[in-house]
């Protein structure tokens, strides 16, 4: 069963391949050929696997499979704010903007007029979660150092 699963994906591969190549104005047909194609074979496979006792070892599977889809998803995540300017490069360049008091508050998430071991406490605790080391980027962690000398410069 499983040979003719990967058998009729190859085959269905090759459809859209072909189509590629010779027509383009019939790839959404083959692309749509192609996932119902797809929804087909998994359907059968889930059967056999029923008919056979077997699906207790795919559900045991994809159950590994999920956690790995959810970590995947967090580094595409994580790629895509790096790549859309949130990370070194907008960090360096954000050090010479000017920040307002109002701003710097506002990113530490206290009140105007806080103390200094309030400011420095929000700031270790954000550090904490935003720092690079630890799941943050370099543009988080500019932004917070330079809330806290903003307004620890204030006090």
């Known amino acids: ?3 003719a699963f990967i058998a009729g994906l190859a085959l269905l591969l090759m459809i859209i391949g072909i189509g590629n190549i010779y027509d383009k104005e019939k790839l ?3 692309k749509k050929v192609l996932k ?3 929804v087909i074979l998994i359907v059968l496979l889930v059967i056999f696997l029923i008919a056979t006792g077997r ?3 795919i559900a045991a599977a994809l159950g590994a499979l999920a ?3 959810a970590r995947l998803l967090q580094l595409g995540i994580l790629y895509r704010n790096f790549k859309h300017g949130a990370g070194p490069r907008q960090a360096k360049n954000t050090a010479s903007d000017n920040m307002s008091t109002k701003e710097a508050y506002d990113i530490l998430g206290l009140k105007p007029g806080a103390t200094e071991k309030e400011i420095n406490q929000a700031y270790r605790d954000l550090m904490a979660k935003l720092h690079p080391d630890h799941g ?3 543009y988080l962690a500019t932004r917070l ?3 806290k000398d903003i307004l620890l410069k204030k006090k």
């Open 28 to 30: 959404p047909f083959l």
């Open 1 to 3: 069963m499983i040979y």
């Open 136 to 138: 943050g980027n370099d």
């Open 55 to 57: 699906i207790s070892a």
């Open 67 to 69: 956690i790995w889809a």
């Open 36 to 38: 119902v194609g797809i």
């Open 145 to 147: 150092n330079q809330a």
